[in-house]
């Protein structure tokens, strides 16, 4: 690998700015000579040797070679990863696809007698929160929101409430402290994760969830740090919010 972590964590601030403009400007770099880029950057063309060499390159044209070698990979992986997406909407569950569906038919009905609904969630997931509401609500079943930990609880009677909670990881400690408060107040909750071997999957009175991989990403962070980021897609939680609220609201009885 031409770039990696460890390599890309030890450049200097010039050093970044060039790597940052070979990455946003990849499909220019094997027409661009040396002086050019350079002129490009503001840099000597020293200094973009300097930096070829830091990767390991004899100079400029290896560099570009193995640049140009570098992509090949990537988009291959696109390619496969396009082709393999079926794995987000085929994805599986330790009890498998009918208890998943007994059980999303289950908190349907409750959904359906509760005086209010409010879908809770931080990040994407606060996002997930929205849509479900959003959701429920265009179906002709108002629902509420909450996508930030520091809106404050009203403390009033919550028996007939229901929170849907969602978590990629089941372990957002706002969130669960969240839910406790909720709990506390009488409320009914139903918690969407990946896995079911969570806090918030433990803390809810039915659980509903999905096993999909986690995945690794690159990503400049703050000072221009790469860091990895754990994330996994949201898309079975929109899947699960989906079934939920139609088979809440009665058009799908009978999960495809």
């Known amino acids: ?69 570098s992509l090949q990979p990537a988009v291959t992986s696109f390619t496969n990863e396009i082709q393999n997406s079926s794995k987000y909407f085929h994805f599986t569950t330790s009890e498998g696809a009918e208890v998943l569906e007994l059980s999303i038919i289950e908190v349907a009905e409750i959904l359906r007698t509760a005086n209010k609904v409010i879908f809770i969630g931080e990040g994407t997931s606060g996002v997930m929160a929205k849509y479900g509401a959003l959701s429920l609500t265009m179906l002709g079943r108002s629902a509420q929101h909450i996508d930030t930990p520091y809106i404050p609880i009203p403390v009033e009677e919550h028996q007939n409430t229901v929170v849907i909670a969602l978590s990629v990881s089941g372990e957002t400690m706002s969130l669960v402290d969240r839910l406790e408060s909720f709990k506390a107040l009488g409320a009914k909750i139903v918690s969407i994760t990946n896995g079911k071997d969570n806090t918030i999957s433990r803390l809810a009175d039915h659980s509903l969830y999905y096993d999909i991989p986690r995945e690794e990403f690159l990503v400049i962070g703050a000072k221009k740090v790469v860091i990895k980021v754990n ?11 989906e079934m939920l609220v139609r088979t809440c609201i009665g058009t799908t009885r009978k999960l495809t």
């Not at 030890?10 to 060039?18: A, D, Q, R």
């Not at 940052?20 to 499909?27: F, N």
């Not at 840099?43 to 100079?59: N, Y």
């Not at 994330?231 to 919010?241: C, D, E, G, N, T």
């Open 231 to 241: 994330s996994a897609s949201q898309v079975p939680a929109m899947y699960l919010i």
């Open 1 to 69: 690998m031409l770039f990696n972590q460890d390599v890309i964590n030890k450049f200097n601030s010039i050093e970044m700015n060039i790597y940052l403009y070979i990455q946003e400007h990849a499909t220019e770099i094997e027409e661009l000579k040396i002086r050019e880029l350079a002129t490009r950057l503001h840099v000597s063309t020293a200094t973009i040797l300097r930096f070829c060499k830091k990767l390991g390159c004899s100079g400029y044209a290896e560099f570009k070679y193995k640049f140009k070698d």
